[in-house]
Each structure stands twice: as C-alpha cells, then as structure tokens.
C-alpha cells in the first residue's frame, strides 16, 4: 500500500513536467521528422504531399548549407578536445594546489556564469583591430584577421565553458580512494603511471559525459 501511495505521489510530481515535455518537446519532434519528408508550407497546408528524400538530397546540394555544415565540424573538432583536455588539466591543477584553491575555482568558474553579451562584448575588444591581441602580435610581425574569426569564437567559446567541466572533472578528482595513490606511491609508481593507471580509468564514465555534452552543446552552439 505505502509503495502505491508513493508511486501515485511520484506520478502527481512528475506528471506535469511529462505534459509539458510532450506538448512542446515530442511533439514537435515527430511532426518535424514528418514534416522534413513533405512539401509541407505553413501558408497553405492542404496542399502537402509527401516528397519522401527530396527535401535532404535538395539541401546537400545547397552551397550554403555544405558550407555551414563544414564550419560547423570544424568548430566541433576545435572546442571538443580543447575545452575537454584544457578542463582536465585545469582540475588536475587546481586538485594538488592548496592554497587559495577556492580563489582558482571561482576564477575559472566566472565565466560560465557571465551573459553571452558581456562575453561577446569583451572579445570584440581583445579582437578588434585595435585591442590588445592585434597590438602583441603586431610586435612579433603577425597581422591577426577576418581568416581567423573561426578559430577565435572556438577559443571564446572554451574560455568561457572551461570552467564548467572542471568542476566535473574536479569534483571526480576528489572522489577517488586516496588510497589508490598511496599504493601506488610505496610501490614507487611514477606520476604519469599514477595518472594513467588510476587517474584516468577512475575518471573514465566522467571522461565519456564531458565529451558528450561538449559536443552536443558544440554543434548547438554555430
């Protein structure tokens, strides 16, 4: 009896959320999955026929979408082993500092927290002609220009997402048995035997949702 009242209290919180992700989530879904198989337009809608793959061979050999499309991996290819690897290192850091630890990771943690607009405002400052990324380098003799406007929005985009997968990855740091390393330690296991024999396979599930969700949030993002 009391587990059917729990399951009915489960349901009457959950029930709600359920609706809405079926009106504005499933929903949606489907009827854009069927409609990308029709020639279905928003102004007329009675006259929909079903065009099957027209419409995907159609937009593969649009200029503009393959285009789009290469920037795109291209972006993904930058930002996922960028912000994944610089994330991991940052944690590896900030878990053997201990002083000021908590000043590291609020600093690396701001970022993620600031508006896109404060974010967007402050790299076409160090951008412009005129900021201080074009000033350094005119001093080395390298022009900085609109031929790198992709690889800079990747490293905007890892500047301010790093910090959010170093707490992952920090928080995964600290929940390893210490004892593991103290094995390791009398049997005179190197640091990067420490790193790549517990390390590394103890931060492997972690590893395996970073990557994930960067690159999930990195094709999403252009």
């Given at each position: 009896?009391?587990?059917?009242?729990?399951?009915?209290?489960?349901?009457?919180?959950?029930?709600?959320?359920?609706?809405?992700?079926?009106?504005?989530?499933?929903?949606?879904?489907?009827?854009?999955?069927?409609?990308?198989?029709?020639?279905?337009?928003?102004?007329?809608?009675?006259?929909?026929?079903?065009?099957?793959?027209?419409?995907?061979?159609?937009?593969?050999?649009?200029?503009?979408?393959?285009?789009?499309?290469?920037?795109t991996v291209k972006f993904v290819l930058i930002i996922?082993?960028?912000?994944?690897?610089?994330?991991?290192?940052?944690?590896?850091?900030?878990?053997?500092?201990?002083?000021?630890?908590?000043?590291?990771?609020?600093?690396?943690?701001?970022?993620?927290?600031?508006?896109?607009?404060?974010?967007?405002?402050?790299?076409?400052?160090?951008?412009?002609?005129?900021?201080?990324?074009?000033?350094?380098?005119?001093?080395?003799?390298?022009?900085?220009?609109?031929?790198?406007?992709?690889?800079?929005?990747?490293?905007?985009?890892?500047?301010?997402?790093?910090?959010?997968?170093?707490?992952?990855?920090?928080?995964?740091?600290?929940?390893?048995?210490?004892?593991?390393?103290?094995?390791?330690?009398?049997?005179?296991?190197?640091?990067?035997?420490?790193?790549?024999?517990?390390?590394?396979?103890?931060?492997?599930?972690?590893?395996?949702?970073?990557?994930?969700?960067?690159?999930?949030?990195?094709?999403?993002?252009?």
């Amino acid at each position: 009896m009391k587990n059917k009242s729990n399951s009915i209290l489960g349901m009457a919180f959950f029930g709600p959320a359920l609706v809405l992700m079926t009106i504005f989530l499933f929903i949606p879904m489907i009827l854009t999955l069927i409609y990308s198989f029709t020639d279905y337009f928003a102004l007329n809608p009675k006259l929909t026929h079903f065009v099957w793959f027209e419409n995907f061979s159609a937009i593969f050999k649009d200029d503009l979408f393959t285009t789009a499309f290469g920037n795109t991996v291209k972006f993904v290819l930058i930002i996922v082993p960028l912000q994944t690897l610089g994330a991991l290192g940052l944690a590896l850091l900030i878990n053997r500092v201990t002083v000021c630890k908590r000043y590291f990771k609020v600093a690396f943690f701001i970022p993620v927290v600031m508006s896109l607009a404060v974010v967007s405002n402050l790299w076409m400052q160090i951008y412009s002609p005129e900021g201080i990324l074009n000033t350094m380098l005119s001093n080395f003799g390298v022009k900085y220009g609109a031929s790198q406007a992709l690889p800079s929005i990747a490293f905007m985009s890892v500047w301010q997402g790093v910090g959010y997968q170093m707490i992952i990855f920090l928080g995964g740091l600290q929940a390893i048995n210490p004892a593991l390393y103290e094995a390791a330690e009398m049997d005179h296991a190197s640091s990067w035997s420490r790193f790549k024999d517990i390390t590394l396979p103890e931060l492997k599930p972690l590893c395996v949702f970073v990557f994930i969700t960067v690159t999930i949030g990195a094709f999403r993002m252009i």
